[in-house]
């Protein structure tokens, strides 16, 4: 068994809380919080300790690692502390917004060498699994196209948007990662559009809720990112990877399969999986028993602070080109 | 080129005048009808001589071979008199309602050999074709359940019912020839249970609007038809073989297959293909291809007077069926 | 907070367990079994006590209510027990394979009516659910045609079909209560033909492997059940009903939902969902969920023991049928 | 009925020859090649007489409109020979591969102002004229995307590569011009970009073969094109439109709908519709239909050589923006 201190009690925490009480090699130990309130409500409802001080839970030895569920200003400081007590770290992405501060994350994971991993669940996600197993496994021969799909049933609030870092950073950087981690590549030059087509609040604000991204591999591979803000239909989710020898799609979610046929349409009238909460649910049980699974082994998790800073790097020469009008090289 | 006289210029002759033109091999030679006006009228679209003199029609050189399109109570009669005369006859199904009167037909043409084809037309179907060849090629290895879905969009007039033999001889005959053609076997057992749920004038005429039936063939296959008057949706026609090895299926058509997602569900809007005639459009063609194959080549056709009285038969048998409540062997 | 003795650590039981701890509402107190070292083994898995006496086990007052997961030939004795200490009671189908026994288990509730869930769980599955109460939302119209299909992976040891109570009985029954329970009726009449396809152990058995049965409802609606001991595709579950307006279907699950597209064809190459654990496994604690509701209501729960009886009167008629070659009136 | 003129009796012409004769209201007149025996030869296919001589053709009372399906080089001379006898003409597309010699012909027209129809035949196809209406009758909203795949089968000779005009204007002119038809828009920015991964004579000629381009339009809609000269599974052509009230998709199509289901997938094992004259048959037809309709109606028709201008300028920014690396401004 892996003891675990849950660093936060928000609404990340509690989607980890209830992931950690379902493996069954992991063990909540504590949860953290400044907010000593706070902490006591989420241990109350997944078990575990509740404690306000940081340093008391890192010295505690049933503490065998750490989940950075808090947020995302706070990242830093916690992975600088963490790291220094030694304790392997899962940390909820993004590391930081700012390409300063996710540098100096992953100084000090250089400095004091834990198991690091970040939190990019999609990676986790069966579909999305596959699809990467497959094409690593060159089920398709060489990729030529990569596209994948993203589009959120509704606008944020203004006040979430205008601390998000930007369109790009915010939210294509989970296509951006996917499409590095698919393709096993370093993008070489990346060309975005956006537009502001439904909340004018996000276009005063000189952001965009509809984008296009390219992105050109080192291969040839050209990867295409659909990004808005508004869906619909719900929660769109998709990729598609076109290599040589042939494609593979994944397919949206619903909550269940009822088809009907009336005198107007053949329809699935079920929505889609309302936000990523719901359409991910697993890939975050999935991220975590990677966690275990690598702290068990001794080795770096598949997904770690140097994929976060490259889909960063990536983010924003993303929102470079869209606000320049021009392809950006890397 | 093969120089065709089609006897009829009622509906079904309008069906097979233009597939006919269609056709690079056949020539449409003389349009025969009792009614010489409504001959003149069918010539005048799709070519030809008319004529109300059967005698002179077949004794036309240029006429190689008889499409009969005429009502079926003449069948018997059109039958004798082409057999007679020598000519290969392609006649729409079925011969006749009566089990006399189709064993007479076959009297006939065993008095009288000529090629022979009933339009069976729906083996012709691509998706029906391709289903049976991979059936016969042991794809799915031995059968064990064969299923067909023939669901009509509306039920029609109480006197076209009233004429037509019952539900399961006017109907059911097709779904039963499918089942006998793609087994390559003759039921040995069957069990019909039918109910009137749409019409109520086709229940005080004695006869059924909904049936289930179950065929048990000698391999120990099961086969199961289901046959409405109504379908909400349209022209509901599906086939489903389970064999040993796996699954086929045949869907639905639609005249374009665009999909709409939006707030209440996904579907696509196209209504199914109407009823038989554009379902089975391309069937009619094909049918009479491979009647121009076959007396081409000097054999048979694929589809013969004795599929037609099994079919007959075990329809007949169907019907028995339902009304004693009970199962009957062949 | 309901607490729960669990009766038997076997198969069912180790469905359970799991599902009781994930119920926020449910509090496993106990798990019993004859076999003490058993039972033991099960509570370090699930936690509670464990118990090898029932009469300590049902005069516990921390135990509100039961949950029989034991083999079947032991469910009328826990029945009695239970229902005579006054214990609210979740019993896995069926009650008993015989109609007497049966009869005693409903003879038992009258004199001690204590709150009794049969657990038929398919009713509790997302897919069934919303067809079951779009049909009774009257959102397609009277029934006219209602069809289960179960194939089942493949065929199991002929031990455990000697013991079966025939395919009908052990496993039709399931595809006969949804059939009730969707319909709303109680079947006057069945058909039922079988053979004999897969194992010929089982023939050799006197029963069958492959079936198709008729049922017919008071309403004139029509049931088809579509039963098979093996399917090379995996576990085919699949529900229609046609209705005057239209029609619902539910599709079969598979893990992922990754679509291939190559030169030979465009394929989902996932496999179902492997058999009734896999498939149905949400349905297990949406049932508990039922009988928690229930409980806590006073009220009865929605799947019974006369539920239990009549789909066993109907299966027992199927078996009679399709030996007898003739349609059974109930 | 139109007397039709058909110039040219290479590929095209004999996807015009059959369409022209299965219209009920128009008449091959005439089919005219310079070299007189292939114009004969396609005359005995398809009826009309053979004229190597274009002015004969062009007096010949009977001749009410042209449609020319000659090479590309000779549109202008063509068009120029034809406006000024004054006939009406449906020309192959493209007009010209060069915009000097498109503005020429557009300069003719206007001389000459005769009814001019540019065959555009991918707007015709029945999936994607009910698109593009439903989008203009705002069943989606306003657009935010539009997504164009067209991937071929296989690359083209090296020669014809040569001669082609680049990937953009040989290919994603068709893509083009359906964004500006769908989305009645003209682009004010085009980014391009492009990889050789199939076959490297075409890189060495200085040409791509799989490209990604993003099209901005006044609106702020974005459109993204995918075009791949390669493509395992066949011939791949779809749309996606996706506006504030949902999105319509079309799909790819199959000579059969057969499903088949086995042990290690479930599959459509059909092949797609091989290239652009089996996929996009229909369209021809009922783009000479609207020809027919726009000359009877003394209107223009709904494709002109102001669409074809339009597209070509877009595919030469696109080819500009691929070979300069950055966004072009139309």
Redesign the interface.
């Known amino acids: 068994m892996l003891g675990i201190a849950l660093l936060g009690s928000g609404r990340m925490a509690h989607v980890y809380g209830p992931k950690i009480n379902a493996h069954p090699m992991l063990d909540l130990v504590t949860i953290f919080n400044p907010n000593l309130e706070s902490a006591q409500r989420a241990a109350s409802q997944y078990g575990g300790q509740a404690s306000s001080d940081l340093e008391v839970v890192l010295a505690d030895p049933r503490v065998d690692a750490v989940v950075i569920a808090t947020p995302t200003t706070t990242h830093l400081e916690y992975i600088q502390a963490c790291a220094k007590a030694g304790k392997p770290i899962y940390c909820e992405k993004p590391l930081d917004q700012s390409l300063e501060r996710t540098q100096a994350c992953l100084t000090t994971l250089e400095e004091h060498p834990v198991p690091f991993m970040l939190g990019f669940n999609r990676r986790f996600d069966?579909?999305v699994a596959?699809?990467q197993a497959?094409v690593r496994n060159n089920?398709?021969?060489?990729l030529?196209?990569l596209?994948s799909w993203s589009?959120e049933p509704a606008p944020p609030p203004i006040e979430y948007v205008k601390r998000s870092g930007g369109y790009f950073v915010d939210a294509s950087i989970h296509d951006i990662d996917l499409i590095c981690w698919i393709t096993g590549e370093r993008p070489v030059?990346v060309?975005a559009?956006?537009?502001?087509?439904?909340d004018p609040a996000i276009g005063e604000n000189g952001d965009v809720d509809?984008?296009?991204t390219?992105l050109?591999m080192p291969s040839?591979?050209?990867a295409?990112i659909?990004n808005?803000r508004?869906?619909?239909?719900g929660f769109?989710q998709r990729l598609e990877a076109?290599?040589?020898?042939?494609?593979?799609?994944?397919?949206n979610?619903r909550?269940?399969?009822?088809?009907?046929?009336?005198?107007?349409?053949?329809?699935?009238?079920?929505?889609l999986k309302h936000f990523f909460l719901e359409r991910y649910d697993a890939s975050f049980y999935f991220a975590l028993d990677e966690f275990y699974q690598a702290v068990s082994e001794g080795r770096q998790p598949s997904s770690t602070q140097h994929d976060g800073k490259l889909a960063l790097e990536v983010a924003l020469a993303c929102e470079r080109s869209r606000r320049e009008?021009?392809?950006i090289s890397l």
Chains 1, 2, 3, 4 share one sequence.
């Open positions: 069966p579909d596959q699809l497959a089920e398709i021969g060489a030529t196209f596209m589009r030059e060309f559009a956006g537009s502001c087509l439904f509809a984008t296009m390219t050109k040839g591979c050209l295409h659909n808005s508004s869906c619909a239909y769109d076109f290599g040589r020898d042939g494609m593979l799609q994944t397919s979610h909550d269940n399969n009822l088809i009907r046929w009336d005198a107007t349409a053949t329809q699935a009238k079920q929505p009008g021009r392809a």
